[in-house]
């Protein structure tokens, strides 16, 4: 048995490893040639609205939504090809050191002229500021003649969540979220109770995977006191989406921890 699990865990590496060998020797290959990489540089305009849709600086795109990471691209064989979360290729129907006409996945026609000058554009940064507000949140539960106090300070952090998306033109965008650490505790008047920092990677088991790799830990919520103990909601959800868990922490008298999906 203990084979069988070596086994399998050689190939899942190997697997991963070649995927990313693949993609890697995939950009080394698409080299934008040098003319064509400099009379792209610079503002791009949409010819409706002559509204700025992006900027390509050295061999990366960075677009005007400021929650959107700037993405790698190469120009080869009459396809704009960018790298991002997914590798996305765009055909190309016209290209001019002024003009840019392209089709998207979804059959969009984009067409584009640059602009003369650079400052209808705000100058891009490499890195998207997260949030720095801490939000306080507090609840007063009686029990059994008793008066706890719960309070969740939820702390924006520089832990990116990078969920694909397409903006109105139809561009393939990567949507820059940040997750948050909250912290929790439990107060009897001046007495402090329990507290504890919750992270999403905790409940790493009690929701699928994939869907705790994609989302942020949004909020969180003192909702009851019991026999057993002290309990919170937390909520977790994908940052681009109505999809979320309701997870009840329930802390016994003796500080131990537990989690539960709400039913």
Partial sequence: MKNVVVVLLVLFVWTACNSRKAEEGGRQQHTTDVQILEELQGVWLDDNTESPLFKIEGDSI????????????????DTLIVYGTQMVYYPVRLRTEHALFFTTPQGDQVSLHKSEVDSVYVEPQAEIRQPAEVLEKDSVIMFDGKRYRGYAYINPTGIKVIRPGISEEGLSVDNVFYDNVIHICVYQGTQRLYSKDIKRQMFSGLVPDDFLN???????????????????????CMPDGPTCYNIHLLVDKEGKLEFKLRQ
């Fill in 62 to 77: 960075y677009y005007t939504g400021q929650s959107n990471a700037p993405q790698q691209f190469a120009f080869v064989n």
């Fill in 214 to 236: 994609n989302s942020i830990l949004s909020d969180m919520d003192f909702i009851g006191v019991n026999v057993n103990g002290y309990v919170f909601e937390a909520t977790l």
